[in-house]
C-alpha cells in the first residue's frame, strides 16, 4: 500500500514540488532586484531589525514563593484561653448586619453622580489653552476654607446655647452635676482603696471632675475636656491644667502611660492613674489593666458605664464600686416601627423632620464615617437651598478626624439667634469624647443610625480593616445620653427595639480580640512576658491573632526562632508605632537615608519622620467636594511614578523648600503653599525635624529600605491595573497609571474591590534578598536551555 518505487503517480508529485521551489526562487529573486533598486536610488534605508520578540519575556526574573514557619509556631505551643475566634457581630444574618454590609443605597447614588460629573468635567474647556482662544471663562475660585490647624486657638469661650447654660455660672453648672454631691463620700473611697471603680450614666460629671490630667484617646476630646476643666478652676489653659495628644503638647493618654513603662517599668513617678472611660476597651487600655494588675503600687482609678463595672470589680480582686446618681435630665428613646434599610437616607429625612416640626433644640446625627457625613451635610444642604423660605435656618455642621481642626471647632460657635445647627458626627461624639460635650450644651435631639466602622482584623488580606458594624447597646445608650446634657431630650434609633435587644452585642467587643496585635506582643516581649498565657488579660486575645501578630513579628526580624526577642525587636520597640514603620526607620539608618526616612524634630516620645509620619497620619492630601479635579490636578504635579511613598517625599522636600510655609511675625503659621497645593498644613507640620544623614538622589536606596518592612505585602502584575499578591494569590488592584511588575503596599482599602494603598515598585531580587522566608529568584535566561 505504500510502495512509492512503483506508484506510477509519484513523478508527477516530485514535479509539482520542483515547480513550486522555482516559482518561489524567482520570487525572492524579484524581491531582492527591487530592494536593490530602491535602495540605490535613495527611497529607503537598509537597517536591522531585532526579530527575537520573546526575549524580553525570557529574561524576566521568576520568583518562587515559600511559606516556611518558625519552630515555635508548629501548633504544639498555646499562647492563648481564648483558642476560639471572636465574632464582632451578634448575629450575620440579622437585619442590622445585612443592612451594614450592603451599604446605603443613597451614598452609592451620590457617588456615581460624583464619578459621572468627574468624566463629563474631563471635556470642559473652561480654563484650558483652547477654552482661552474660545473665550469660554472658567468659574471663579471658591474661597479655601482650609486654615490654621492649631485647635486649641479655635477653641472658642463661646456662649451657652441652652437656658440652662445661659442662666448659670460655671460653678453653678459645676455643682449642679450629680457628682458634686457625692465628692465627699467619693473620695474617703479612694483614699480607703488601692483600686476604685466608678460607675456613672452619660452627664454625671465624672470625666471632667476626676480626671487630673488627661488620656484619652480622641484628640479633640483631650483639647475640650482641658479646656472645661480650666474654666472651672478659673485658671488659663496651658499653666495649671493643660493637655498632651501625639504632635501637640500642652501632659498623658494610655499608649504614652505603656512606652513610659518600658524605661519605668513600675512607674513610680505617678501615685495615682485615672482610667477614664475604660469600659471602652481599647487596645492600650486592656495592657495597661493587665501591668497595673502585676502589682504597681499606686492608686487606680477606673471609670466605667454601668453594665461593665462588675467585670472591672472582679477582675481587680471585688475592688469596691462607687455609684454616681443617674443621668442629668431625662431622654425620651423613641424606636423605629420597622427595620431601616438606608440608614443615611432614613437619617437624613428624621433630621428634617425634627427640623420643620419639632421645637427648639439643636440635633446630633451618628454616622459611620467621613463619606456618610459628607453626603449627609450634602443632602441636608440641598433641602436647605430649596426652602429658602424656611423661617428657621439651618446650620450642617461635619465632625470627623480629618476635618481640619478649625472647621471641627466651629460645632462649638454658638448658633444665631432662630438658627439650629445639625452636627453629623462619626463615633468621635460618643464615648471617648464625653468631657468635649461640656462645652457643646443644646442638643436636645440625637438621630442614631445604629452602626460604627469598627477595626477588626482581616486574615484574608492579613491586616486591619474598617468595617461598618452595629453598634453594641453600651454605645447606643451613649449616643442617647447625648440629648440629656443641658435639658430634657430625644432620642431618635433607626432600629427596631427587638433588633437593640437580640442583634446587638450588650457590650463592646475588645479591640484586643479584633485586631492585628504586634505592637502589643512586641511591648510585652520588651517588657519581660515571655509567656502570653500567663498575662493577666480581662479577655485573652483568640489564639489565631497572637499566632498572626507573632508570625509578622518574626517576618520582620522582631522575634528569633525560639519566639524570643532580638536585638532588631528591642530596637523596634523604641519607636511608638507600627512594628512595619519600625523596622523602616531601622533599614533607612543602616543604609544612610535617614534624611529621606527621617525629618529634623521631636514628639515629645522619640522622632519624627518625613515618609514614616505622613503613613502614621491621615493623608497629607485633601479634596474637598466643590474642587476635586482642581485638587486631582495639583497631587499630579507631586507623582513620583516608582513609588507613592517618594511621592509623599517629594511633597515634604517642596514644601521644605519653600521655607515649610514660613512664619508670621506673631508665629503663626502661613499655610498658602499648602492651601495652594491641597496640602494638610498640620500633617506637614507633624512630619519635621531630627539629626539625619543623606542618600542624596539614589532613591533606590529609598525604595529598598520600604521594601524591608513591606515585602511580607508584595503584589506581582497580572493585567492592568491587576494584581495578585505574591504569597497569597488575592486579587488586589492598583490605579493602571503605570505597571511595574512587582510592588510592595502599604495597605489595602476595602470597597468594591481590594485596593493597593501607597504603593512603591520592587525589584524582585530585593524581595528574595529581604524576605529569604517567602520568596527566591530563579532566572529564566539561566533555565531556558534546560527546558
Not at 407 to 433: H, M, P, W, Y
Not at 538 to 561: F, K, T, V
Request: one cysteine or more; charged letters at 25%.
Amino acid at each position: 500500500a505504500a510502495d512509492e518505487t512503483h506508484n506510477p503517480f509519484a513523478e508527477y508529485e516530485d514535479h509539482d514540488v520542483k515547480k513550486e521551489e522555482e516559482l518561489a526562487k524567482k520570487q525572492i529573486e524579484t524581491e531582492m532586484w527591487e530592494m536593490g533598486r530602491m535602495l540605490s536610488s535613495g527611497v529607503v534605508q537598509r537597517g536591522t531589525v531585532d526579530t527575537d520578540f520573546d526575549d524580553e519575556n525570557e529574561n524576566r526574573v521568576h520568583l518562587l514563593v515559600h511559606d516556611i514557619r518558625p519552630p515555635f509556631l508548629d501548633g504544639r505551643i498555646v499562647f492563648t484561653k481564648q483558642v476560639e475566634a471572636v465574632q464582632h457581630v451578634r448575629d450575620p444574618t440579622s437585619d442590622l448586619a445585612v443592612f451594614s454590609r450592603k451599604g446605603s443605597q443613597l451614598v452609592r447614588e451620590k457617588r456615581e453622580q460624583a464619578e459621572r460629573a468627574k468624566a463629563a468635567n474631563k471635556f470642559e474647556l473652561a480654563g484650558t489653552a483652547l477654552g482661552n482662544v474660545m473665550g469660554i471663562k472658567a468659574k471663579e475660585d471658591e474661597t479655601n476654607p482650609k486654615g490654621d490647624s492649631q485647635f486649641a486657638t479655635h477653641l472658642k469661650s463661646n456662649e451657652g446655647a441652652s437656658n440652662f447654660s445661659r442662666t448659670k455660672t460655671i460653678r453653678e453648672q459645676r455643682e449642679y452635676l450629680p457628682v458634686f454631691a457625692v465628692r465627699e463620700n467619693l473620695m474617703q473611697v479612694v483614699r480607703d482603696n488601692q483600686v476604685v471603680v466608678i460607675v456613672g450614666e452619660t452627664g454625671s460629671g465624672k470625666t471632667t471632675q476626676l480626671t487630673q490630667y488627661l488620656h484619652e484617646d480622641g484628640r479633640v476630646a483631650a483639647m475640650s475636656v482641658a479646656k472645661r476643666v480650666a474654666e472651672e478652676m478659673e485658671c488659663k489653659l496651658g499653666s495649671t491644667v493643660g493637655y498632651a495628644i501625639r504632635f501637640e503638647d500642652n501632659t498623658s493618654e494610655n499608649g504614652i502611660l505603656l512606652r513610659e513603662s518600658l524605661n519605668e517599668p513600675d512607674l513610680d513617678k505617678y501615685s495615682a492613674i485615672i482610667m477614664d472611660e475604660a469600659h471602652e476597651r481599647s487596645l492600650n487600655t486592656d495592657v495597661l489593666m493587665g501591668l497595673i494588675r502585676k502589682g504597681w503600687d499606686l492608686k487606680l482609678i477606673v471609670t466605667s458605664a454601668t453594665m461593665n463595672a462588675e467585670k472591672f470589680s472582679h477582675f481587680y480582686g471585688n475592688a469596691p464600686c462607687f455609684y454616681i446618681p443617674g443621668r442629668t435630665f431625662p431622654v425620651d428613646i423613641m424606636f423605629s416601627k420597622t427595620p431601616c434599610e438606608d440608614y443615611v437616607d432614613s437619617a437624613v429625612k428624621q433630621a428634617l423632620a425634627i427640623h420643620l416640626g419639632r421645637p427648639a433644640g439643636d440635633i446630633l446625627i451618628f454616622m459611620t464615617g467621613q463619606e456618610d457625613i459628607e453626603i449627609t451635610c450634602q443632602t441636608c444642604a440641598g433641602f436647605k437651598d430649596k426652602n429658602l423660605d424656611d423661617p428657621a435656618p439651618l446650620s450642617i455642621l461635619p465632625i470627623y478626624s480629618q476635618l481640619p481642626a478649625d472647621l471641627q471647632a466651629k460645632i462649638f460657635d454658638r448658633s444665631e439667634d432662630g438658627a439650629r445647627k445639625c452636627i453629623v458626627a462619626t463615633n468621635i461624639a460618643e464615648t471617648s469624647l464625653t468631657g468635649m460635650w461640656d462645652n457643646l450644651d443644646g442638643i436636645m435631639y440625637v438621630v442614631d443610625t445604629g452602626y460604627s466602622k469598627l477595626k477588626v482584623f482581616n486574615p484574608k488580606i492579613g491586616m486591619d480593616a474598617l468595617q461598618v458594624t452595629p453598634i453594641s447597646q453600651a454605645n447606643a445608650n451613649q449616643r442617647s445620653g447625648r440629648a440629656g446634657r443641658t435639658g430634657a431630650g430625644t432620642c431618635y434609633r433607626l432600629y427596631t427595639e427587638q433588633a437593640y435587644r437580640t442583634e446587638m452585642f450588650v457590650n463592646n467587643i475588645p479591640e484586643i480580640q479584633r485586631t492585628n496585635l504586634s505592637m502589643v506582643v512586641l511591648l510585652l516581649k520588651s517588657l519581660g512576658v515571655k509567656n502570653l498565657l500567663q498575662f493577666d488579660f480581662m479577655d485573652p486575645p483568640p489564639q489565631d491573632n497572637i499566632l498572626n501578630s507573632m508570625y509578622q513579628l518574626w517576618i520582620l526580624g522582631a522575634l528569633d526562632n525560639m519566639g524570643e526577642l532580638t536585638p532588631l525587636g528591642r530596637k523596634m520597640v523604641e519607636f511608638p508605632l507600627d512594628p512595619s514603620l519600625a523596622k523602616m526607620l531601622t533599614a533607612a539608618e543602616e543604609s544612610k537615608c535617614t534624611a529621606e526616612i527621617l525629618v529634623r524634630g521631636t514628639d515629645g516620645m522619640g522622632v519624627r519622620m518625613t515618609i514614616v509620619s505622613m503613613l502614621s497620619v491621615p493623608t497629607v492630601f485633601y479634596r474637598p467636594k466643590e474642587r476635586m479635579e482642581e485638587s486631582d490636578a495639583a497631587r499630579e504635579k507631586f507623582f513620583v511614578p516608582e513609588s507613592d511613598h517618594l511621592t509623599l517625599l517629594h511633597v515634604y522636600t517642596q514644601w521644605k523648600s519653600n521655607g515649610y510655609a514660613t512664619f508670621s511675625p506673631r508665629r503663626s503659621y502661613r499655610d498658602d503653599w499648602c492651601n495652594k497645593h491641597f496640602v494638610h498644613p498640620k500633617a506637614m507640620r507633624k512630619a519635621r525635624e531630627m539629626p539625619y544623614v543623606s542618600c542624596g538622589t539614589d532613591w533606590d536606596i529609598i525604595r529598598k529600605c520600604i521594601c524591608s518592612a513591606y515585602f511580607h505585602q508584595a503584589a506581582r502584575v497580572k493585567g492592568i491595573g491587576e494584581y495578585v499578591n505574591a504569597r497569597t494569590g488575592m486579587q488586589c488592584h492598583l490605579h493602571p497609571t503605570i505597571t511595574p511588575d512587582y510592588v510592595v503596599y502599604h495597605e489595602l482599602v476595602m470597597t468594591s474591590k481590594e485596593y493597593m494603598q501607597c504603593v512603591t515598585s520592587v525589584d524582585p531580587y530585593w524581595l528574595a534578598e529581604l524576605g529569604p522566608m517567602f520568596f527566591s529568584v530563579r532566572d529564566r535566561e539561566k533555565n531556558f536551555g534546560q527546558r
